[in-house]
T-cell receptor, first 115, second 112 residues
Framework: DMKVTQMPRYLIKRMGENVLLECGQD?????MYWYRQDPGLGLQLIYISYDVDSNSEGDIPKGYRVSRKKREHFSLILDSAKTNQTSVYFCASSYQDYAGCSDYTFGSGTRLLVI | GDKVKQSPSALSLQEGTNSALRCNFSIAATTVQWFLQNPRGSLINLFYLVPGTKENGRLKSTFNSKESYSTLHIRDAQLEDSGTYFC??????????????FGKGTQLIIQP
């Protein structure tokens, strides 16, 4: 069963602590993404990774960094978490077919509370 | 303004009725995806569309790239159809892979 796995599912951190969110996929997809979801705002793109060590900022990268050392893993790091980073974080991966069209698969999300 | 605009933002339906959700795009969308976010928060893929129409059971979706919109029709709504429906458009970005831009969602409540 092809899937995107996120760990942990729930996380509580204090302001100023470092946070590591992990994402794995078993489909050998080249491209992976981190989104955050806030009430009334839909999903907003934080970072894209095109492959190992090939990352690009999305629409809201400030306060985040990412790491992709293996194709199947993509990590989101918050150095010194802030309360406004309380959110639900989704990881996704995608592949492009012969026609250049991408199909996306999302993980189940990580619910982060920063207090 | 919003690059992907969904309407309505919320909708309440009686079980057994039909509905249509809509997305309008102000970006040059190449493909569209529709997702259902269930009460547990998981995003379930419903449709992946190039321009054209797809049907799956009681759901039918159309993507018209020339007029920059997509619709999701739900026929004979059931209680388990409740949740938030998101459309997301993929558009070409300079210097990188295509990006998926989400609308803000339509919250659908099906009542018995």
């Amino acid at each position: 069963d092809m899937k995107v796995t996120q760990m942990p599912r729930y996380l509580i951190k204090r302001m100023g602590e470092n946070v590591l969110l992990e994402c794995g996929q078993d489909m050998s997809h080249e491209t992976m993404y981190w989104y955050r979801q806030d009430p009334g705002l839909g999903l907003q793109l934080i970072y894209i990774s095109y492959d190992v060590d090939s990352n690009s900022e999305g629409d809201i990268p400030k306060g985040y960094r990412v790491s992709r050392k293996k194709r199947e893993h993509f990590s989101l790091i918050l150095d010194s978490a802030k309360t406004n980073q309380t959110s639900v974080y989704f990881c996704a991966s995608s592949y492009q077919d012969y026609a250049g069209c991408s199909d996306y698969t999302f993980g189940s999300g990580t619910r982060l509370l920063v207090i | 303004g919003d690059k992907v605009k969904q309407s309505p933002s919320a909708l309440s339906l009686q079980e057994g009725t039909n509905s249509a959700l809509r997305c309008n795009f102000s970006i040059a969308a190449t493909t569209v995806q529709w997702f259902l976010q269930n009460p547990r928060g998981s995003l379930i893929n419903l449709f992946y569309l190039v321009p054209g129409t797809k049907e799956n059971g009681r759901l039918k979706s159309t993507f018209n790239s020339k007029e920059s919109y997509s619709t999701l029709h739900i026929r004979d709504a059931q209680l388990e159809d409740s949740g938030t429906y998101f459309c997301a458009a993929e558009a070409r970005w300079t210097g990188g892979a295509d990006r998926l831009t989400f609308g803000k969602g339509t919250q659908l409540i099906i009542q018995p």
